[in-house]
């Protein structure tokens, strides 16, 4: 057990990659097909290992594997997981398989390129979850532009080009502030500790002036803002979730979008205490606008696709501001962050689902204008369960995942900033009423077009991607501890000690995993 525990990350990120390159050379789209569900199920089955013998009493860094790579340059290959980054993980070995489900009836020859494209992403995204060093993190964070350009530009709408264009552009800007400001934070190390290195452990002990942690902090932040995205740098989501084909929008929105938050947490928080203190009223701000505005932007949409895109915009705002509701004394609120943490979940199953469930509308009647609908919910009772199940969740009805995090992070909220949560607040009722809009349309009413009449209600594939999701939303409403259990002591140590972040997480890191030199 010792050795997969030693080596499971490192399976984790290439495996998929493997058999994406595996499925390039398969002589038949079924044989491709196959490989690609494997390896999909094998990687879920690895993020459950991962979860099963994480030790969830402990905040240290865990499953670390690290080795040499450019000793001169004091680059190495370290990855790790801690609470931050677990449910993360486990989220992307997830969804996988039930994007491959989702696809397994498209008969087309160019599915093999995009499976493999899909396994690629997946790689990627677990390779910048785990990555331990700035220089591997980079290009993880950029190695997983490449498969969703090619997801959005290939096979996805009629402005496909021009979304993925503008979704790589806006990532490229951002990320070459990022990789500026990470040049200097190198040198500054150097600098303090005459040795060079680009391990994010070593990192976290620069200590920076608040002149300059401002502007780096900035730089950092305006990267993953981008990613987030968070108002005002929303623009390219809901041309690349419109453009992208059903399974994209999934992932942009189950794992992607939560780069930037997840980024925000690994990195500008602790690298940049000082800064991220003085910066926090004004991200709350931008958090607290998305939620609203994301909110009313989705209320008037018309295209039911659109509609939910524009809901991420809302929904991820809570999550910024969970992440920077600092309390007096410079203190991050615990409540708020942990709300944060578990809503990043919630907004992917919840949201991935709605994408879902508008995907399989527009495959039967090719369009996604509500105005076309109505009535569904007479000849597709079990379509009509599924949205009703995702709206909930989305909108926070208690004994669903998304209450927990919501309610977590408005309470915190309100404790460190009473304004930033009651305008907050405004927010989930307005998510109330253009997702319980979106239901009326779509469901209820009269059946009177004859197109609609005629539609099937769930096929057992459907379901069997669908049901997953709803299920999960109902499980983490009901037992929040399962999951909070195990990423409680990590939060609580950034929360309360970020600013002395990295000596606690190199002693913890040091002691409870497993290090290969």
Not at 415 to 443: D, E, F, H, N, W
């Amino acid at each position: 057990m010792e050795l997969i525990n030693s080596h499971i990350l490192s399976f984790l990120i290439f495996m998929p990659l493997v058999a994406a390159g595996v499925i390039l050379f398969l002589p038949s789209l079924a044989t491709a097909r196959v490989v690609a569900m494997l390896a999909s199920v094998v990687a879920f089955l690895g993020g459950l290992h991962v979860w099963y013998w994480f030790d969830g009493t402990s905040s240290a860094l865990q499953f670390v594997e690290s080795y040499e790579w450019i000793p001169s340059l004091g680059m190495k290959y370290i990855v790790g997981v801690d609470g931050l980054s677990l449910l993360l993980v486990v989220l992307t070995t997830f969804l996988m398989p039930l994007v491959l489900l989702s696809q397994c009836h498209i008969s087309e020859p160019s599915q093999k390129p995009f499976l493999a494209l899909l396994l690629a992403l997946e790689s990627g995204m677990i390779g910048a979850l785990v990555a331990m060093d700035m220089v591997f993190f980079y290009v993880f964070w950029e190695a997983m532009l490449i498969p969703m350009y090619f997801i959005i530009g290939v096979w996805g709408g009629k402005r496909r080009i021009y979304a993925a264009t503008k979704f790589v552009l806006y990532t490229v800007i951002g990320s070459l502030l990022m990789l500026a400001a990470a040049v200097v934070l190198y040198f500054a190390h150097f600098r303090q500790t005459g040795v060079y290195s680009t391990s994010l452990l070593d990192l976290y002990q620069v200590k920076l002036p608040i002149a300059t942690q401002m502007w780096m902090f900035v730089a950092f932040a305006v990267a993953f803002a981008i990613k987030v995205p968070m108002w005002p740098f929303h623009t390219w989501l809901p041309d690349a979730h419109v453009e992208a084909p059903t399974v994209g929008s999934v992932i942009l929105a189950g794992v992607l979008l939560k780069m930037g938050t997840y980024g925000l947490l690994r990195f500008a928080v602790p690298l940049f205490p000082e800064a991220m203190v003085q910066a926090a009223p004004v991200l709350i701000f931008c958090g607290v606008v998305g939620i609203i505005y994301g909110a009313l932007t989705a209320w008037v949409q018309k295209d039911a696709k659109k509609m939910v895109a524009y809901s991420s915009v809302s929904h991820l705002g809570f999550v910024v501001i969970g992440t920077f509701a600092v309390m007096a004394g410079g203190e991050i609120s615990v409540e708020a962050l942990t709300g944060a943490t578990y809503q990043m979940i919630n907004h992917g199953i919840s949201t991935g689902a709605l994408f879902f469930l508008v995907g399989v509308i527009y495959e039967r009647r090719h369009t996604r204008m509500l105005s076309d609908f109505g009535g569904l919910a007479e000849n597709m009772p079990l379509f009509a369960i599924m949205l009703i199940v995702a709206t909930l969740s989305s909108v926070g009805l208690p004994g669903t995942g998304g209450f927990v995090g919501e309610f977590l992070i408005l309470n915190g909220t309100f404790q460190a900033m009473p304004l930033a949560g009651v305008l907050a607040s405004l927010g989930v009722l307005l998510g109330a009423v253009y997702m319980l809009t979106l239901c009326r349309k779509i469901l209820f009413g009269p059946l009177d077009n004859p197109e609609n009449k005629e539609m099937e209600d769930l096929n057992a594939r459907e379901l069997g991607y669908l049901v997953p999701l709803a299920v999960l939303a109902i499980v983490m409403g009901i037992f929040p501890n399962a999951f909070i259990g195990k990423t409680k002591p990590s939060i609580e140590h950034l929360a309360k000690n970020y600013k002395n972040y990295s000596l606690d997480f190199r002693m913890g890191s040091d002691m409870s995993s497993k290090s290969a030199n």
